[in-house]
């Protein structure tokens, strides 16, 4: 079945209709739960027994979930686990949590939603760590150049009891946020048609001087600014435009961003840097978390850990069947269809991008940020500590094969 598929046959019209009838959270719901193509009249079907299975009982509480870009086509793409959480806490709590979620960024934007979420606009958010870095700073913590060698030592961290220290614990108690569960790539350069008649990209040094958009992430200019990557902050709902129109030669992100914000059609190269963590996270308003009954904060974690498990698994199959990350490209995939290349970068060459702007190697670019998280931390050595913590596993460990852990329990 070919991407777009699933959903080819309900115009974004019908959608929104269905939307009106049984809300956008229930509809969103029930089109997650197909496994195949759906008609219009399957997916109201679905809609409607979602709606009445939500609404049978009174909820305790209703939690207003915005997610930033996120629609029933492109979480289908990305495997970011937003509304896998949505319907597993609800269904968990048997319905004394709702989550009406909002995604489109029809309430907050990949900039907006960390603070929304902070000033009780909405209870809980999905955005990409490194765009919320702008009002939750403490997440540069993850964006130290090189830190993660590959996804599996992204998933390690994100289930080790080390990540309470830090990571979620400084933020919540700086930024009044909860770190509930996350995605993760490692970001790259996707360039622009300007590469399109250009050999695929093999050095580091064919990328020298070239201009790209940067996220809201303070260490990724960094480390961009040392491989000579002249980073130019572009808003993401920009982005798409300035690489159609050549005014940047490629953009600093991840490839399932790509292929879920329909980017694809204007990327032809997809280099994979794999210099700093892509990481679409879920938050939660810690406030909003205390506030609940005990055991309905027991649900949130154990639906925040069933999710973490479900996105990698999930998102491991779609970089390959669905995104067309993978040598041999499959068919069918989002890169396929639009001649998007993968340029995977020898051992040799991401070792001497390392060697150009990593703390390990180039520790004075990075004093200034490093003794600002280490004092956010409490005195830990953040860069250090994450990066001994990941090497505890082994280089060549699959992400599929990280052992899943509770997080929060010694």
Not at 50 to 70: I, M, N, Q, S
Not at 178 to 196: D, M, P, T, V, Y
Request: glycine content about 8%; charged content about 20%; hydrophobic content about 40%.
């Amino acid at each position: 079945m070919k991407v777009g598929d699933k959903l080819s046959g309900i115009s974004r019209r019908d959608l929104f209709k269905l939307a009106g009838q049984y809300g956008m959270s229930s509809t969103l719901m029930a089109a997650g739960t197909f496994g195949g193509a759906m008609s219009l009249a399957n997916l109201a079907s679905a809609a409607e027994s979602t709606y009445e299975r939500r609404f049978a009982k009174d909820a305790k509480f209703t939690l207003k979930f915005g997610a930033a870009g996120f629609n029933a086509r492109n979480l289908l793409i990305e495997r970011a686990g937003a509304l896998e959480f949505a319907r597993d806490l609800e269904a968990r709590t048997d319905g004394e949590i709702r989550v009406e979620f909002i995604g489109d960024n029809q309430i907050c934007g990949q900039t907006s939603c960390v603070e929304k979420t902070q000033q009780g606009i909405v209870d809980i958010y999905a955005a990409s760590t490194q765009n919320s870095a702008g009002g939750a700073p403490y997440l540069n913590v993850l964006d130290y150049a090189y830190m993660f060698r590959n996804r599996a030592d992204q998933y390690h961290f994100l289930y080790s009891p080390a990540s309470m220290a830090l990571l979620r614990e400084p933020y919540e108690k700086r930024h009044g946020l909860k770190f509930l569960f996350s995605h993760a790539e490692l970001r790259g350069i996707q360039l622009g048609l300007n590469f399109e008649d250009k050999p695929t990209v093999t050095s580091i040094d064919e990328l020298a001087g070239t201009k790209n958009r940067v996220t809201g992430t303070q260490l990724g200019r960094i480390a961009m600014e040392a491989l000579n990557l002249n980073p130019v902050p572009v808003a993401w709902e920009e982005t798409l435009d300035g690489l159609k129109q050549g005014l940047i030669d490629g953009a600093e992100t991840w490839a399932s961003a790509v292929a879920y914000a329909n980017m694809a059609p204007v990327v032809s190269q997809s280099v994979h840097l794999n210099f700093f963590c892509g990481t679409e996270h879920t938050a939660m308003s810690a406030s909003v978390f205390d506030s609940l009954d005990g055991y309905l904060q027991d649900a949130v974690m154990e639906s925040s850990y069933w999710a973490q498990t479900h996105v990698q698994a999930a998102n491991e199959v779609a970089l390959i069947n669905t995104v067309g990350q993978s040598d041999p490209q499959l068919p069918n995939t989002i890169f396929a269809q639009n001649n998007v290349r993968n340029a995977f970068l020898s051992a040799e060459e991401i070792r001497k991008a390392e060697e150009m702007c990593s703390p390990e190697f180039q520790p004075q670019l990075w004093e200034q940020w490093r003794e600002r998280l280490n004092g956010w931390s409490g005195g830990l050595d953040t860069y250090q500590e994450i990066y001994d913590e990941v090497r505890t596993i082994s280089a060549d460990t699959l992400p599929e094969n990280v052992e899943p852990r509770r997080w929060w329990k010694s």
